[in-house]
Every structure is written in C-alpha cells, then in structure tokens.
C-alpha cells in the first residue's frame, strides 16, 4: 500500500508543547509527517521562518518519519507538490472549530483529493497558543511549561 504521508502546516511561531503533542501523536499513525512552516505571513512574525524550522528541527529530532519544511502560497499547491494525501490540524476547543472548518472545506473545494484529519493535544495544552506564549515571555513571566528548552530560550533572548 502507498505510505500515507500528511501535511502538518502553521505559522509556529513559536512552536509549543502543544504542536509537539500533536506531532508525536500523528508520527505513530502516518508514515511520514511533514511540518510545514508558513513563510509568507501577512503580520510580522516574532520569528524568521529559519528560526521556526530550527525551532521544530531541535524538538522533533527524534523522531525519524518527521520532516520540518517552509511553504509559501497556497497550501494545497504545497500538499500537491510533497504528494501528500493529508492536512493535518490540531483543534483545542469548540472556538478553533469554525476557522478549521472554513479552511478545511475551502481546502477540499480547491483539492478535492486531500483529506483533512483533526487531532485533539492533551486537555493540559488546550488552552496553550504560541500567541500567548509570546506575550507571557516577553512580559517576563514563567514558559518554561509550554514549550521545549531550546525555544524557552530563544523567546528569553527575543525579550531581552
Ligand atoms: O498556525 P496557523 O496560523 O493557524 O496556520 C494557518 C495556515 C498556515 C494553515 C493557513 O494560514 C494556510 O494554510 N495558509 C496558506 C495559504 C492558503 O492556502 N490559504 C487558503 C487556506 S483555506
């Protein structure tokens, strides 16, 4: 049977332990994952998009069917190019659910083919979002639970 690969696209800005959760969870059910990176972002993200991919390299280095990439565009033209069959996205509570839903219909209606496959993090990391990671850092308060060591230190260094 073809290897299933899936696409698991965000800004990860940074990535958190919540991301992680998720890519441990599918690198056991897909063949390959590949985590992409969004690079051209309309705000300015806190992060290059080099500094993200190092970012997700370091935490995911274990794992040997997890590839970290950058895509520009369109999405689907991206999941096309990698021949992947599947986007995979991490839904937290109900409020993620409306977005996810109009992205992942948009998506089916521009690549019918593709498949987009929801997985839940742990309940501890459902409130966790890279947003508030960054403000908490860069007011100085405790991370150190949300994310992995090599970005706790990363965003300490961007608060200083
Ligand atoms: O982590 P995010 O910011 O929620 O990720 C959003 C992302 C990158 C998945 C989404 O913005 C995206 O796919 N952008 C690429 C452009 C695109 O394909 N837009 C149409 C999606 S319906």
């Not at 948009?106 to 960054?134: D, H, I, K, Q």
């Amino acid at each position: 049977m073809k290897p299933i690969i899936a696409i698991y696209p965000g800004s990860f800005d940074p990535v958190t332990n919540g991301h992680l959760d998720v890519v441990f969870r599918a690198a056991k059910i897909f063949d390959r994952l590949i985590v992409a990176v969004l690079g051209n972002q309309e705000k300015a993200p806190l992060f290059t998009a080099l500094e993200r991919v190092e970012m997700l390299r370091g935490a995911t280095a274990e794992c040997a069917n997890v590839e970290v990439d950058t895509f520009d565009g369109l999405l689907v033209e991206y999941v096309r190019q990698r021949q992947a069959q599947v986007i995979l996205r991490g839904i937290r509570a109900i409020s993620d659910y409306e977005y996810e839903l109009q992205m992942a219909l948009m998506n089916r209606r521009l690549e019918p083919n593709v498949e987009t496959v929801f997985m839940l993090p742990a309940e501890r990391y459902s409130y966790l979002s890279s947003r508030m990671v960054r403000e908490i850092a860069l007011l100085g308060g405790p991370i150190k639970e949300f994310v992995p060591a090599g970005v706790e230190e990363r965003l300490r260094a961007k608060s200083r």
